[in-house]
C-alpha cells in the first residue's frame, strides 16, 4: 500500500460529509437517509446502475440540494448562495459526460473551464498547461475536441476537473467505456490525483475500488451497505478474500467479487457487513 492509503485509514478531518440526506425524484427515493464521511484520499462509491452513485456526487458538487439532511464541504455547511459559490471554486468534476464545442481546441476548452470555475484570468493558461500535463495531453494542447480518442477525451475531461486546483474532485465512473489498458492507465493516474486532493470517484467496478481506492462505500438501492477500507470490503463473506491481479502493472491489489457487487449481491454477506 502506498502512504497515502494509509493516511486516509487512520481517520483525518473529513473533506466532504453528508448526513441523514434523502433525495427523491418524483416516486423514486434515490438516495435514502445516507450518511457518509469522505477522508483525504481516493474514496471508491461502488454500486451497480441506479444505486444512487451520481445523485450523491451531484450533492457533494452542490449541483443539488437534498430533500432532508446536510452536506458539509472542506469543513463548511454547504448552504447559502455565497458559501455555496465560493466552495464551487475548490471542487472540481467530471461528470459522466461532458458537452464541449468540437472545434474547440483542447488548451481552448481547458481555459474555458478554467474561466468557469472563476480561475483569475492571469493564471488560466498557466493552469490549462499545468493541468494538461498532470493528465500527460501535453503535447495535444493544439489538436481539436472532435477530433481526439475516447481515452484521450475522457484525460482532458480529468485536466478539466483539476484546472482550477480543487480540494476536492468528483468522478462520476471515470473509466466507463475505456479498453482494459486504457482502464489501468486511468486508475494510476486517479491515484496520483489522490496524492493532491481529495477525490470521491463512482464505479460500478470492484476492480476500479481494488486498484484506486483507499476506502469504499457501497451504495443500493439509495442506501449504504458498507462503508471501509478495501481490505475490510474483501475480508466480508461474498466480498472476496483472495489476492491476485487483474491486468494492472501496479501493486498487487485485492480482488473484491465484482459479479456479487454489479448484481447487487453484497448484502447477502448478512448485516453485519452494513456499516453506517
Ligand atoms: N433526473 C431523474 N429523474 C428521475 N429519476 C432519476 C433521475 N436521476 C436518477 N433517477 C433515478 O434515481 C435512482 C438513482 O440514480 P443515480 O443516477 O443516482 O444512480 P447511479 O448509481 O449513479 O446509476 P447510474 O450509474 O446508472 O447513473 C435510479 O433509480 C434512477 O433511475
Given at each position: 500500500m502506498t502512504t497515502h492509503h494509509s493516511a486516509a485509514a487512520t481517520?483525518?478531518?473529513?473533506v466532504a460529509a453528508v448526513a441523514g440526506v434523502s433525495v427523491r425524484y418524483g416516486p423514486t427515493t434515490a438516495l435514502d437517509d445516507v450518511s457518509l464521511e469522505f477522508p483525504p484520499g481516493v474514496t471508491g462509491l461502488l454500486g451497480p446502475n441506479g444505486a444512487g452513485k451520481s445523485t450523491l456526487l451531484s450533492l457533494l458538487s452542490t449541483a443539488r440540494r437534498p430533500r432532508t439532511g446536510s452536506v458539509t464541504l472542506l469543513g463548511e455547511d454547504a448552504s447559502g448562495r455565497a458559501r455555496v459559490q465560493r466552495l464551487r471554486r475548490r471542487i472540481g468534476v467530471l461528470p459522466q459526460s461532458f458537452g464541449f464545442y468540437p472545434r474547440f481546441t483542447v488548451l481552448e476548452f481547458t481555459e474555458y473551464a478554467a474561466w468557469l470555475r472563476k480561475v483569475p484570468a492571469a493564471q488560466r493558461r498557466e493552469r490549462a498547461v499545468e493541468a494538461l500535463s498532470l493528465v500527460q495531453m501535453e503535447k495535444y494542447t493544439g489538436r481539436r475536441m472532435g477530433a481526439l480518442s475516447g481515452g484521450m477525451l475522457r484525460r482532458v475531461g480529468i485536466a478539466q476537473a483539476m484546472v482550477n486546483e480543487p480540494s476536492l474532485v468528483l468522478l462520476d465512473e471515470p473509466t466507463v467505456g475505456l479498453d482494459p489498458a486504457q482502464r489501468v492507465g486511468f486508475r494510476s493516474l486517479i491515484k496520483d490525483l489522490g496524492d493532491r486532493c481529495a477525490v470521491v470517484m463512482s464505479t460500478h467496478l470492484a476492480e476500479d475500488v481494488a486498484h484506486v481506492c483507499d476506502r469504499v462505500a457501497v451504495l443500493l438501492e439509495g442506501t449504504v451497505r458498507f462503508t471501509g477500507t478495501v481490505a475490510e470490503l474483501c475480508a466480508l463473506p461474498g466480498g472476496g478474500a483472495s489476492s491476485g491481479d487483474a491486468g494492472s502493472s501496479g501493486p498487487v491489489a485485492p480482488q473484491i467479487d465484482g459479479r456479487a457487487v454489479e448484481a447487487g449481491y453484497l448484502h447477502l454477506a448478512g448485516p453485519e457487513a452494513v456499516a453506517t
Open positions: 481517520g483525518s478531518q473529513p
